[in-house]
């Protein structure tokens, strides 16, 4: 009919009595919507299950931010963050006596473990028996990288070692697994590792450690880090009193 607005009634819900819930739309426009877009009602809990939910809370918070008639003593609740809060748990500290047995140039260090050393001293004492009643025939050890063997020591003795490197010119690059330090020797100072005494026997028994938050000093001439030909300095543990040089071993070899 010309001159009058065309009403439409949305029916979404009826009871047995007759009473219904639902929606009166003006020429299109949803009044709900409409009422709290004006600030003119709030919307009801309810409107949750509805499906103009979404329109009547972005039209009830444009009311609230302009804070106009229902919502002119409004205010802005600050939300507060919550921090999940973490129970502290007291650290357990796991203390083991053991042999600090090398200390590199970079700080690194490498120790054995106490519990184990009679294990160690035991397999030694049976490896160099077993060495010393079938000697190895020199030259007869073709070291590749990666292989465990024996090593002859300065003093003279047997030590379980692994091949890092192998140079032109019969250098061979040797890294003490029992205790940490290296050593560069020629072929001949060399053996197979005998499988009685192969780390599936007796895991390697030099553990590495560095120490955390610290770093080597720039050498100031260089800029390069710390100098590589330190002078040698005797060296005692002060750590901790489970921290002890360990007698039995091999010394470092000198140049």
């Not at 003119?40 to 949750?48: D, I, M, N, Y």
């Not at 509805?50 to 919502?71: G, I, M, T």
């Not at 004492?125 to 020591?153: L, Q, T, W, Y």
Request: proline share 12%; glycine share 6%.
């Amino acid at each position: 009919i010309p001159g009058i607005p065309q009403v439409e009634v949305e029916v979404e819900s009826m009871d047995k009595a007759g009473n219904f819930i639902g929606w009166l739309h003006i020429e299109g426009v949803n009044l709900s919507v409409a009422l709290v877009e004006q600030a003119l009602s709030r919307v009801h809990f309810t409107a949750e299950r509805s499906p103009y939910c979404k329109a009547l809370l972005a039209a009830q918070d444009a009311a609230k931010q302009r804070k106009e008639k229902v919502w002119s003593h409004y205010e802005e609740t600050p939300v507060e963050e919550v921090v999940p809060v973490l129970e502290e748990k007291e650290r357990t500290a796991n203390y083991k006596p053991v042999f600090v047995t090398e200390i590199t140039d970079d700080l690194h260090f490498y120790v054995q473990d106490v519990e184990t050393g009679a294990q160690l001293e035991k397999l030694m004492e049976n490896m160099r028996a077993e060495v010393g009643a079938h000697p190895p025939v020199e030259g007869s050890f073709a070291p590749r990288r990666g292989d465990f063997c024996i090593a002859k020591f300065v003093d003279g003795e047997w030590y379980r070692a692994r091949v890092e490197k192998v140079e032109s010119g019969g250098k061979v690059h040797i890294f003490y697994i029992d205790y940490g330090n290296k050593e560069t020797l020629p072929p001949t100072r060399l053996a197979p590792l005998p499988p009685a005494f192969s780390p599936r026997v007796l895991p390697p028994q030099a553990t590495e450690y560095s120490f955390a938050f610290i770093q080597v000093p720039q050498d100031v001439s260089t800029g390069q880090g710390p100098d590589p030909t330190p002078p040698p300095q005797p060296w005692a543990p002060r750590v901790t009193p489970d921290l002890k040089p360990l007698p039995r071993v091999p010394p470092r070899p000198t140049a």
